[in-house]
């Protein structure tokens, strides 16, 4: 899943300076962007985009429908966003996974049952294969996914420009969305925070933190008009790579000079 191409995204609309901190792409990385097309077409990789949304939402988007189909998600990302898409098994039938699948990997959190899977969203670190579930995820950051947003809205986020309230770290948003259970109700209860530099912070930047919330949230409702899907697909659960084929990757192989991978995979 790709970035729309053109660069512009509401987030962009709402702040101007969404990562306008950013420095611009290395020079020698802008043409591997056509190498990675490249090759998952060899794979028989389906590649989505929308324009005017980022890569984030159009994931957002496939896998809540993909749960309402019925289907168990796995997101293969370390992105702390998209931790907020998790959640639980709601029961039924898996979608997903078949008898050949191989979950042997790491796991993050205690409530995967690969016994009986059920639809649910999951990451899957592609650095580590860290499977990170719905309790994983309150490990990691002291909430459940549906309150993570408010967290990253307080803390903020160097990285994307995103604001938050200064001196909010997240530990600190944590235990304040913990305490009140969201952030509107921090907003609604600044007046009685203890700690004075605190209160005072989050009086001053009720506005920005309410900004920082629009920013970190993912659109779940991107127009499946707006993505680049095959007009044959009908439904989010026919997202399937296509028939191997030997000559497409060999193809791609003999281009890239992957003679090793060629051969390894010719034996």
Request: net charge negative.
């Amino acid at each position: 899943v790709f970035d729309s191409k053109d660069g512009i995204n509401f987030r962009k609309k709402i702040y101007p300076e969404y990562k306008a901190n950013r420095k611009p792409c290395p020079i020698d990385l802008i043409p591997q962007f056509d190498f990675v097309k490249d090759a998952a077409d060899a794979y028989g990789i389906l590649q989505l985009e929308a324009a005017g949304y980022e890569a984030d939402d159009v994931i957002a988007t496939i896998a809540t429908k993909a749960l309402e189909e019925g289907c168990f998600v796995n997101i293969l990302s370390g992105d702390k966003d998209l931790m907020q898409l998790v959640t639980r098994g709601e029961g039924g039938e898996d979608r997903s996974c078949n008898e050949n699948d191989n979950n042997d990997g790491n796991h993050y959190g205690s409530g995967y049952d690969q016994q009986q899977p059920q639809p649910r969203i999951e990451l899957i670190d592609p650095m580590n294969t860290v499977r990170v579930d719905y309790d994983g995820v309150i490990e990691k950051w002291g909430v459940e996914p549906e309150k993570l947003g408010d967290v990253l809205a307080l803390a903020g986020d160097s990285s994307d420009n995103i604001p938050g309230v200064p001196g909010i770290g997240p530990k600190i948003a944590a235990s304040l969305i913990q305490e009140y259970g969201s952030l509107d109700g921090v907003i609604q209860s600044v007046d009685n925070i203890k700690q004075k530099a605190r209160r005072e912070k989050l009086k001053e930047n009720i506005e920005m933190a309410r900004l920082s919330r629009q920013l970190v949230e993912l659109e779940r409702n991107v127009p499946m008009e707006t993505m680049s899907i095959p007009s044959h697909f009908q439904a989010v659960s026919d997202f399937r790579m296509t028939v191997f084929d030997q000559d497409r990757l060999f193809r791609f192989y003999d281009r890239m000079g992957f003679r090793d991978l060629k051969r390894r995979v010719k034996s």
